[in-house]
């Protein structure tokens, strides 16, 4: 029996659920509680108060949907609670409504930014625990999970395991600061020859991940090996090739794991063994249980 969930857990999960809401959800949901709590204010009129409860709606917009967004909620809940009790809820005189309305419009302000900022917060630790400080590329988490989304949509997929060559002697020759740059200079070089729905992470070193959503095993073979060729050739600071290992992956019978890495960096390292160049293995090939061992059947290829 698997352990109960603790109350972190559940607000994790909580968190993780209005983070992924789309925006015009995040409006629906917010509209869809303005007007339920807007009806029940009007039912009770004075007998209950509400006010708290329109301040937990502003957490909505704030956090999914920004400050303005939230600052027109406010406004569309002060709205609601005036039409459903008007002036009544005030009945000390002008000077009390006033004094009263400006403690709720500095409770809203107070409660918009605090979520609108949590937000952002939120959002740059996010994006920094997913990606790779010195390149900019996602990280091996990121990639599965960003590989694993497109894959949900296409019929077909490259998973490529590319380790630099040449990179050793950069570090020994010229130093770590030099090794950096040729990094930044080689992840640079492959953004621009991939795709932007296109998977590309560091996952350590001079090693890489990249994931190419294609339409067809041909087409995997075709991009696989003319992408080797163009990493091979970009201009960089130093001189760098590359090897890779790629299976083709028929996204209709299988997703994006670690076996399947684990499979392209053998292949990689057969590449590496030939001097550099790039082994291909479309996943499912007959030939045995080869996630177990190397690629060796009559539909591996090699391009020099």
Not at 81 to 107: F, K, Q, V
Not at 219 to 243: I, K, V, W
């Amino acid at each position: 029996m698997p352990p109960p969930r603790r109350w972190h857990d559940r607000l994790d999960a909580l968190i993780a659920w209005t983070t992924a809401l789309s925006r015009a959800r995040a409006r629906a949901l917010t509209a869809a509680a303005v007007v339920i709590v807007g009806l029940a204010d009007y039912a009770t009129g004075n007998t209950l108060w509400f006010g708290p409860i329109y301040l937990l709606i502003l957490c909505m917009p704030a956090w999914t949907l920004g400050w303005r967004e939230a600052a027109l909620t406010s406004a569309a809940c002060v709205a609601v609670s005036l039409a459903a009790n008007g002036l009544e809820a005030y009945p000390l005189g002008h000077t009390a409504i006033a004094w009263n309305m400006a403690m709720r419009l500095l409770a809203v302000a107070i409660i918009i930014v605090l979520m609108a900022g949590t937000r952002r917060s939120y959002d740059r630790e996010w994006h920094r625990a997913r990606s790779d400080s010195l390149t900019g590329l996602a990280n091996e988490q990121a990639f599965y999970d960003n590989a694993g989304a497109v894959a949900r949509h296409r019929a077909w997929g490259i998973l490529a395991y590319v380790d630099l060559d040449g990179f050793k002697q950069i570090n020994d020759r010229h130093g770590h600061a030099a090794g950096d740059e040729a990094l930044q200079a080689f992840a640079h070089g492959v953004r621009d020859l991939i795709r932007p729905n296109d998977v590309f992470a560091r996952i350590g070193g001079d090693e890489f991940l990249l994931f190419l959503p294609v339409d067809s095993e041909a087409e995997g073979y075709r991009r696989a090996t003319t992408l080797h060729l163009e990493m091979n050739c970009m201009q960089t600071p130093f001189p760098l090739g590359c090897s890779i290992g790629a299976l083709v992956l028929n996204l209709s019978e299988t997703g994006v794991d670690k076996a399947h890495v684990g499979v392209a960096d053998r292949l990689m390292y057969q590449a590496k063994n030939d001097g550099g160049t790039i082994w291909i293995r479309t996943l499912g090939d007959p030939g045995g249980d080869w996630l177990d061992g190397p690629a060796d059947d009559e539909r591996s290829s090699q391009a020099a």
